[in-house]
């Protein structure tokens, strides 16, 4: 197994804690070395509109809006999440999305991919009313697995 730098594309081993082209820093919080939608960007973006932080992750944020705007009424209608993307430019996403109802109940749990989440960018995915069998109390987005985008 060996990281690419996300900014100058060296390849490193994964037990490196700086690219040996660069220099940047290839660890997360705790010493851990991580991949791509890990690394911290030293200059992160900020979206309006996204608020929460995907687990996981070391940029990416989540917003959630009833399709369609209004407001909710009964908490099963279906929702937008739109995940947008504060540090480097990734492809291949892979997100665990999970509902849970009442008393911690589980609603769903799915998987969406990300074909191109670049840096800046938002993307949004549905997620259908036929999903959410009772009301939605609480949403947890987490990074699964992602790799680093294309360098232009
Ligand atoms: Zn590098």
Redesign the pocket.
Known sequence: MSLS?P??R?LNPDVAHY?R??G?RLEVAGGAVAGAGRIRHPNPLVSAEATAAVAGAAHLHYGRQPVGGGTPLLGTEPLELTVFNGGYDLANVVLRVRGDGEAGRSLFALMREIETLARGQAVSFEIPSYELPGPLHALHVELVSAEFGAQD
């Open positions: 730098c900014r100058c060296t690219c082209q660069c940047l």
